[in-house]
């Protein structure tokens, strides 16, 4: 089968903020091949149907970063090129023998109608007996930002009931989530955000114990006193720089941070957080960075576990829906531009209706 597919590529490399003209949306024709000369030509034809948007992609966009060499997930794309994502679809064809037409998958898709998944690349079948909405798989609540915050707060942080916890980009898509795990857990939590609307959210829906607006601040250490006049143990991180600085100073001894993203210093190299390495070694602070990628192995206990806490509805998926292949752009600089409140997805077509 031969299918026309529309895609999102880069037009150059971006070494800064993001903006639309840095993208262009192409066509092509895609297909599998129908008798594959080895086991490396195994392709599987998806229809993309839910597509996740995560700000950490700007790190594969960049003309040179580390990160290129560290893991293939995190390979550099270039100009032109369809840019992959996780996502969620429906196989159209397959010369896979654990594939055929009709299955619902998640895995490393494209942002883009269509894509070819090689073999050797990420792709499962998707349990759909739930009757969850299909975007909570598409790097959501129940997808790879759901398993970055029950992972990293759990595994990475190691909390004890009653600890008082400090989350960052609290509105975003691992940090609402982080937030009620914590509270399910019985600790104190507190988050910031970037708007009263979010706040508010954080704060009457959530159900966060407090939230305060970054941006009203003028003196990071002495909020963060203010709303942790006994300290906090600890810190769920996903911006890096002045916060991570202010939040080591209010931290107790023994104070777990968990570093999952560097938000104000992917687009600006210059804001790198300065760290007090006295603090760090007389509080014995516990810095660990990690990846989703490091925590599969309790993807069945996080499934479980958060499936009956959405079932329950202790767990509210808070989403942010774009729809169609040309919105993936502006989708992405929304995340930049603090525009977007939960998981950013973008619905490249839905469901039954989507193949054609």
């Known amino acids: 089968m031969e299918v026309k597919n529309k895609y999102v590529a880069m037009k150059n490399h971006i070494d800064g903020a993001p903006n639309e003209s840095d993208f262009s949306i192409c066509e092509e024709l895609v297909s599998v091949e129908?008798?594959?000369?080895?086991?490396?030509?195994?392709?599987?034809?998806?229809?993309?149907?839910?597509i996740s948007i995560d700000p950490s992609q700007i790190n594969r966009m960049k003309t040179?970063?580390?990160?290129?060499?560290?893991?293939?997930?995190?390979?550099?794309?270039l100009p032109g090129q369809a840019i992959e994502a996780i996502g969620v679809g429906r196989v159209v064809d397959s010369r896979h023998p654990d594939f055929k037409a009709?299955?619902?998958?998640?895995?490393?898709?494209?942002?883009?109608?269509?894509?070819?998944?090689?073999a050797g690349v990420f792709l499962q079948k998707l349990d759909t007996t739930f009757g969850f909405p299909l975007s909570y798989y598409a790097g959501g609540v129940l997808g790879t930002s759901g398993l970055t915050a029950y992972a990293g707060f759990f595994k990475v942080c190691k909390?004890?009931?009653?600890?008082?916890?400090?989350?960052?980009?609290?509105?975003?898509?691992?940090?609402?989530?982080?937030?009620?795990?914590?509270?399910?857990?019985?600790?104190y939590v507190v988050g910031c955000a970037g708007s009263?609307?979010?706040?508010?959210?954080?704060?009457?829906?959530?159900?966060?114990d407090d939230a305060f607006n970054y941006k009203e601040e003028i003196d990071l250490t002495s909020t963060l006193k203010r709303y942790f006049p006994?300290?906090?143990?600890?810190?769920?991180?996903?911006?890096?720089?002045?916060?991570?600085?202010?939040?080591?100073?209010?931290?107790?001894?023994?104070?777990?941070?968990?570093?999952?993203?560097?938000?104000?210093?992917?687009?600006?190299?210059?804001?790198?957080?300065?760290?007090?390495?006295?603090?760090?070694?007389?509080?014995?602070i516990r810095i660990e960075g990690f990846l989703a990628l490091d925590l599969m192995s309790i993807d069945q206990?996080?499934?479980?576990?958060?499936?009956?806490?959405?079932?329950?509805?202790?767990?509210?998926?808070?989403?942010?829906?774009?729809?169609?292949?040309?919105?993936?752009?502006?989708?992405?600089l929304d995340i930049f531009r603090g525009n977007n409140i939960g998981k950013k997805v973008v619905r490249i077509a839905e469901g039954d209706h989507a193949l054609h």
């Open 34 to 50: 129908l008798q594959p000369q080895a086991s490396d030509d195994v392709h599987v034809l998806v229809q993309n149907l839910y």
């Open 64 to 77: 040179h970063s580390f990160v290129h060499t560290i893991i293939p997930e995190a390979s550099a794309v």
């Open 102 to 118: 009709g299955d619902v998958v998640w895995g490393l898709l494209s942002w883009g109608e269509y894509c070819v998944v090689k």
């Open 159 to 187: 909390p004890k009931r009653g600890e008082k916890v400090f989350v960052s980009a609290a509105c975003g898509s691992v940090g609402i989530l982080v937030g009620q795990y914590a509270k399910l857990f019985e600790c």
């Open 196 to 208: 009263k609307e979010k706040v508010d959210l954080l704060k009457n829906k959530i159900r966060f």
């Open 230 to 284: 006994e300290g906090i143990d600890i810190y769920f991180d996903n911006v890096g720089g002045e916060m991570l600085e202010a939040t080591v100073e209010n931290m107790n001894s023994f104070g777990r941070v968990a570093a999952c993203g560097v938000m104000s210093e992917y687009t600006d190299s210059l804001r790198k957080a300065k760290l007090d390495m006295v603090q760090l070694i007389y509080k014995r």
């Open 301 to 332: 206990e996080f499934i479980s576990t958060t499936t009956q806490y959405l079932q329950t509805g202790k767990i509210k998926a808070i989403e942010d829906i774009s729809y169609g292949v040309e919105s993936i752009p502006k989708a992405f």
